[in-house]
């Protein structure tokens, strides 16, 4: 079936604009997630959703990041005034019940802030 | 294609050989310990997990063994084929929480 598929793929922005990532997770996931995941590193946690409901926004960075899940289903990454220091890939992940074992990932967007 | 990490410890082993890689965790409160692998250009990809309250499991080819004494976790893959090649990291998930914590990984390189 359908894994959960993240848009676009690559991104390049320039230093200052804003940036609108996309996760469509597994049909009828409840629990979504967003990592960062910077060259060489393991992925870092940004925040959760359980639903429509954002649980947990701690590793948000800054308050340039927003994500957002309206309706439950797909999940925007928002980046505004993008610095270079937000170049990294951007992974999406979900499951099924409301864990945050087993979760199953997108392959992620590459942004490059130049 | 992307290459996840370029400076992370590395492990060789020849095929058909048992590799071991190795994980020191850092949270006692931690319910729940993950093996992701990641091959270049794609997310993690699930492998096991462990509860707190064992010490092993088996999966297949894999078997994970906890360590809380010494806050210690392996994966042990049996057989290595090549396309085990990949980075693996693991993963700790807290009590009552869902912020899960990855370890920086190991770069496995399976010789033909």
């Known amino acids: 079936g359908a894994g959960v598929s993240q848009s676009p793929r690559y991104k390049v922005a320039k230093r200052g604009q804003d940036v609108a990532l996309r996760c469509d997770p597994i049909s009828g996931h409840v629990s979504l997630f967003w990592y960062q995941q910077a060259l060489g590193q393991g992925p870092e946690f940004l925040t959760y959703f359980q639903n429509e409901a954002q649980l947990d926004k701690s590793g948000l960075p800054s308050d340039r990041f927003f994500a957002e899940r309206p309706e439950g289903s797909v999940s925007t990454l928002k980046i505004q005034r993008t610095q270079q220091e937000d170049s990294a890939v951007y992974l999406c992940?979900?499951?099924?019940?409301?864990?945050?074992?087993?979760?199953?990932f997108g392959p992620g967007t590459r942004l490059t802030v130049t | 294609g992307e290459s996840v990490g370029l400076h992370l410890p590395t492990l060789s082993v020849q095929e058909g050989d048992n590799s071991i890689i190795n994980c020191a965790y850092s949270n006692s409160a931690s319910d729940y310990f993950i093996w992701y692998k990641q091959e270049s250009g794609k997310g993690p990809q699930f492998i096991i997990d462990i509860r707190s309250n064992m010490d092993k499991r088996q999966g297949q080819r894999v078997t994970v063994l906890l360590n809380k004494t010494v806050k210690h976790l392996s994966l042990q893959i049996a057989a290595t084929q090549p396309g085990d090649s990949a980075v693996y990291f693991c993963?700790?998930?807290?009590?009552?929480?869902?912020?899960?914590?990855f370890g920086a990984g190991t770069r496995l390189f399976v010789k033909a």
């Open positions: 993963a700790e998930s807290p009590t009552g929480g869902f912020k899960t914590i």
């Open positions: 992940a979900s499951t099924p019940v409301r864990t945050s074992l087993e979760q199953y």
